[in-house]
């Protein structure tokens, strides 16, 4: 009994810590704009184009800058306050929302102008994201940090099952996407308020000039790391190939027969289970076969997305992308929890670069691989492909990295 009592207080933990909370507020506010957004984007660009390269080209899009940038933005984040680097990028997420909205009460608009405004989106976004990750270690103590990785995750999930939801509603009742991007700015607006009330230790970090050798260590050092290359590796190349979010708009017009409404279940769906899977392992972390528990799940996303694509039930559609989001939760956190726990503090921001190139390869990248194939072979055969595709990379990674493999606890002593 009290043992449970213990488990239940540590998974609290981080919730003690007023400035947690308050990064919680506003990376929650921040997901739902952008996630919201993500909707009204992708309905709209189909509606304009009915191809489904059009949706591949959204994620590209939203892709290129990070992957050209993240030298530059994980120094970045290595270099200045993380805390006033967020709250700036924010500032451009706001200032995207309010041009796509510009472009929507135009009339008629081109798809080119809203590509344009997604690669700068994407520019933001490149030097957000490794901010947001290394700066949680600056908001709770180190043996709060296991806790603080899966309440944000679980943050994160609840925001990706909130915005797809508002964003299809709000798209369906006012038939447009003018009120979904004023939303999101707003969301946005008061997310910057919550962050400008953040104080954070200062902690001294080298300040070392931009350089190649600077830039590169991130990736040096998660190639020396066979834990960390091995998990984010495996993650990128199942989701690269398994992802099917970006076909969600053509499984929503063409096969499952409804409209935006129906496209924001859709896309809330797998954040419903990854929020799911994200609490129970708030408060029961994985203490031990952690890395065979991960590849287990990343298998488990690889069926669950063959199921999807094989559906013209929307009831069981719902439940394949629910367990995808489930199962998919399981490698984020190990992946989150080993990349922090393990980086030292001045390196943080570029290991996170990298982390996040490998994400946006897999998420953005990976709807570019969809749309792509959708376009030549159909929707169904593009997303049955992918799973299997994601089934078969579990195994080669199985085999190829037995660090990954034998992972017990999510520790790092002597890191």
């Known amino acids: 009994m009290a043992a449970a009592e213990d488990a239940r207080s540590a998974g609290r933990a981080a919730l003690a810590h007023p400035a947690f909370v308050r990064y919680l507020f506003a990376r929650f506010l921040i997901v739902v704009a952008l996630e919201m957004q993500s909707v009204a984007v992708g309905w709209q660009v189909y509606e304009i184009t009915h191809r489904a390269f059009a949706l591949g080209l959204v994620g590209l899009a939203q892709f290129l800058p990070g992957m050209v940038l993240f030298l530059v933005s994980g120094h970045a984040a290595d270099r200045f306050d993380r ?4 709250i700036v990028c924010d500032v451009g997420f706001t200032l995207c929302s309010v041009s796509l909205l510009a472009v929507a ?20 976004r490149s030097f957000s994201s490794p901010a947001n990750r290394a700066l949680i270690p600056a908001l709770v103590p180190a043996e709060h940090f296991p806790s603080a990785v899966a309440w944000n995750a679980s943050m994160f999930q609840c925001a990706t099952i909130l915005g797809p939801a508002l964003g299809g509603v709000f798209y369906a009742l006012l038939r447009g996407p003018e009120a979904v991007y004023a939303l999101s700015a707003l969301s946005e607006a008061v997310a910057i308020a919550a962050l400008l009330q953040i104080r954070v230790a200062t902690h001294l970090r080298a300040r070392e000039r ?32 398994g992802g099917a ?7 929503a017009r063409e096969i499952l027969k409804t409209g935006p409404w129906g496209l924001g279940l859709l896309r809330a769906a797998p954040g419903v289970g990854a929020a ?10 994985l203490r031990a076969r952690a890395g065979k528990t991960m590849l287990w799940c990343v298998a488990g996303f690889g069926a669950f ?4 694509g094989l559906s013209h039930s929307m009831t069981l559609s719902l439940i394949s992308l629910l367990l995808v989001g489930a199962t998919d939760m399981v490698s984020v956190v190990v992946r989150a929890t080993l990349i922090q726990i393990a980086t030292p503090d001045e390196m943080r921001g570029r290991v ?6 490998f994400i946006g390869a897999s998420n953005e990248l990976g709807e570019f691989e969809s749309g792509l194939t959708a376009q030549w072979l159909g929707a169904v055969p593009a997303v049955v492909l992918g799973g299997i595709g994601a089934l078969a990379v579990t195994a080669i990674w199985a085999w190829g990295f037995p660090e990954l493999r034998e992972a017990d606890a999510l520790t790092m002593e002597g890191k």
């Not at 009460?105 to 933001?124: D, E, H, M, Q």
């Not at 931009?210 to 993650?235: C, M």
């Open 83 to 86: 805390r006033k680097l967020l």
């Open 105 to 124: 009460l135009r009339g008629s608009p081109r798809v080119a102008s809203i590509y344009a405004v997604l690669v700068i989106f994407g520019v933001v």
């Open 210 to 241: 931009l350089s190649l050798r600077v830039a590169f260590a991130g990736l040096r050092y998660i190639w020396r790391e066979k834990l960390l290359l091995g998990s984010i590796s495996l993650d990128l190349f199942a989701v690269l190939l």
């Open 245 to 251: 979010v970006a076909l969600l708009p053509v499984f």
């Open 276 to 285: 799911a899977m994200a609490l129970l392992l708030a408060h029961r972390p």
């Open 305 to 308: 997305t063959i199921l999807f």
């Open 352 to 357: 996170n670069a990298v982390d996040m190139v």
